[in-house]
């Protein structure tokens, strides 16, 4: 079994500065990648960053040179810094795991989210 705990999320006005966290646990052989998806309401989830064991990185285009990812690979976190937000970035935010399990197989583990707000 795979835990994946969130926090840092809540109120923020425009402008401001949030730092989401991700803590991988359980059941994890090795990891490829952890990530974070959003989805504001009435819109589809999208793919907000995401950060490979190797540290390469991808970002959509609305939050590239405002939001950084990072992670710490030997506490199995990822972090999400999020600067400069809009009340466009508004949304749930939820934490991805691509791990391989201890019986080889690959799987994607998603957290529960965490509401972000952007509002004045």
């Known amino acids: 079994q795979v835990q994946l705990v969130e926090s840092g999320g809540g109120l923020v006005q425009p402008g401001g500065s949030l730092r989401l966290s991700c803590a991988a646990s359980?059941?994890?052989?090795?990891?490829?990648?952890m990530g974070w998806y959003r989805q504001a309401p009435g819109k589809q989830r999208e793919l907000a960053a995401t950060?490979?064991?190797?540290?390469?990185?991808n970002y959509v285009d609305s939050v590239k040179g405002r939001f950084t990812i990072s992670r710490d690979n030997a506490k199995n976190t990822v972090y999400l810094q999020m600067n400069s937000l809009k009340p466009e970035d508004t949304a749930v935010y939820y934490c991805?795991?691509?791990?391989?399990?201890?019986?080889?197989?690959?799987?994607?583990?998603w957290g529960q989210g965490t509401q972000v707000t952007v509002s004045s």
């Open positions: 950060i490979t064991s190797g540290g390469t990185t």
């Open positions: 991805t795991l691509d791990y391989l399990g201890f019986d080889g197989y690959r799987n994607v583990y």
């Open positions: 359980g059941s994890i052989f090795s990891i490829n990648a």
